[in-house]
């Protein structure tokens, strides 16, 4: 029925022409912005998991810092006790040739007073961001030996985090100890055996240029001889504990950038437009629109017919 009040013909055209020109719409923002789900009102439950995702995404970039942060410091360490444990070999070494009756030791501990200080200087300097677990004051209110190091990040199912991390014990590799009460490798007292103990000589303070080659000072020089051989197994133990440990924050950051690739794919399926689908639907819809506005052009060149009834 045709009728000058309505045009259902139009009514029907323009209806459809909008539904295309929002489906194009659509279509036109997902392309420019590259995401299918763009905000919650795409789609609530994916909106919500890819913000929760770019959250956990940006907390294990963080994570991954610290490692890196955390590796630098045990590298630091580690090359310290590593240094140092080649310097007092050395010692040992003079040791051994201050042992040879008739020898000059006075002239041998000049050598060692440099290999001394040499030592105190290698341990003062392994520092790295604020942190040096070689040369410590453990009498200090804020001292701790356990040092942490933060390894992962996690969100259980009940949408609670929790944060891992890698503690590295310092007491067993601190070199040097300024608290009356504690001691470290290398300023820590020794008895005869070499062993610690709480009177005695200390591998960073020995001296020989007093002995002679009496029984006694001869005996004493070879305790210094077990004192510094036994540091160097002391100290060889604290480089493989940091050598282990350095070995551990590299495999965490491996799994820490894996992880992060794989949540950006888990992200990339939730929201990620396809352009590939989303330039054909672009192509489809454009050409709706056109056939759309063609047809409501038709329908409204129609009800003009109406006209010719009243003509003579």
Do not use: C
Request: charged share 15%; net charge negative.
């Amino acid at each position: 029925m045709n009728s000058i009040r309505s045009n259902f013909s139009a009514m029907t055209a323009m209806h459809s022409l909008q539904m295309t020109n929002r489906e194009l719409l659509k279509t036109q923002g997902r392309i420019s912005t590259g995401f299918r789900v763009a905000n919650a009102e795409d789609n609530a439950a994916y909106w919500s998991i890819a913000t929760t995702m770019r959250s956990d995404q940006k907390s294990l970039s963080t994570v991954k810092d610290a490692l890196g942060l955390g590796l630098a410091t045990v590298d630091v360490a580690y090359t310290a006790v590593s240094s140092s444990a080649d310097v007092v070999s050395e010692i040992k070494s003079k040791l051994v040739a201050a042992r040879e009756p008739g020898v000059d030791r006075q002239l041998i501990q000049k050598e060692v007073t440099e290999l001394q200080n040499q030592l105190v200087s290698i341990a003062s300097s392994a520092t790295f961001s604020n942190q040096n677990w070689l040369s410590v004051d453990s009498s200090t209110a804020n001292y701790n030996a356990t040092r942490s190091i933060v390894a992962s990040f996690s969100r259980a199912g009940d949408g609670s985090v929790s944060i891992q991390t890698i503690t590295v014990d310092t007491s067993a590799t601190k070199l040097f100890d300024a608290s009356a009460s504690a001691a470290g490798i290398l300023d820590g007292l020794r008895d005869a055996n070499g062993d610690l103990s709480s009177t005695g000589f200390s591998v960073a303070s020995l001296n020989i240029s007093a002995l002679t080659d009496s029984v006694a000072d001869l005996a004493s020089i070879e305790s210094y001889i077990a004192g510094a051989s036994k540091a160097v197994t002391e100290m060889t133990d604290a480089a493989a504990t940091l050598g282990t440990t350095k070995q551990r924050i590299g495999l965490q950051i491996n799994v820490v950038t894996m992880l992060t690739a794989a949540i950006d794919r888990g992200i990339s399926i939730l929201v990620d437009a396809d352009m590939n689908e989303e330039s054909a639907l672009l192509q489809a819809r454009q050409v709706q629109q056109q056939l759309g506005t063609q047809s409501l052009n038709a329908a409204n060149a129609a009800s003009q017919s109406i006209l010719s009834l009243f003509r003579n």
